[in-house]
């Protein structure tokens, strides 16, 4: 272990296992995030209220450059359950801060628009034109907020593109429209 590990016990007997096993804890925290300054590890039992048996809280304040990381896990019975919850939560943000460090981020699909070129209703899939004449398969199951059957060819529809098993196809396809029902009263025509 590269870093500094302090274990603070409060109205908790200390333990060669617990100290141990917290140890282990800390030390696979580096697996996840390589340049952790330390690491401070707080266990303690809160005044009792109406609660019987004996509660543990436990709170790791992590030190990264540039940060510090806090997590808190409040009232579990069992300390061993607390600090597998504790430290869980500190891998995740380890590995968000890891993440953001180097600039990686999540980047959605863009939502493309096309018109349905054709449809086979007895099989359920269609193909979608992109404005590149680029043409997509979508099945029935790939529709979100629309009904296969209101589907004709010309269709306006929003997609995302997707690898599928025998290329790209369309996935989540919608007609961006409102359908009644859906929050929105029908227009009547006059």
């Given amino acids: 272990m590269k870093f500094q590990l302090q274990i603070t016990t409060r109205d908790v007997p200390h333990s060669e296992a617990l100290e141990n096993h917290i140890r282990q804890k800390a030390e696979k925290l580096e697996t996840f995030y390589s340049n952790i300054i330390g690491c401070r590890v707080v266990i303690e039992v809160p005044h009792k209220h109406k609660h019987q048996g004996r509660v543990f809280d436990v709170r790791l304040d992590i ?55 054709r449809l086979v209703a007895e099989e359920d899939y269609g193909f979608i034109e992109t404005p590149d004449g680029q043409e997509l398969y979508f099945h029935r199951e790939n529709l979100a907020n629309v009904n296969f059957d209101q589907l004709v060819a010309g269709s306006e529809v929003q997609f995302l593109e997707d690898i599928g098993s025998e290329g790209f196809q369309a996935k989540r396809v919608s007609t961006g429209k409102r359908h009644a029902g859906e929050g929105e009263e029908e227009e009547e025509e006059e």
């Fill in 63 to 117: 030190t990264v450059p540039g940060k510090e990381l806090v997590v808190t896990r409040e009232a579990d019975e069992d300390v061993y359950v607390a600090l597998r919850d504790a430290f869980g939560a500190a891998k995740r943000q380890l590995e968000d801060y890891g993440r953001r460090q180097r600039g990686d981020i999540k980047a959605h699909a863009p939502v493309l628009r096309g018109k349905v070129v």
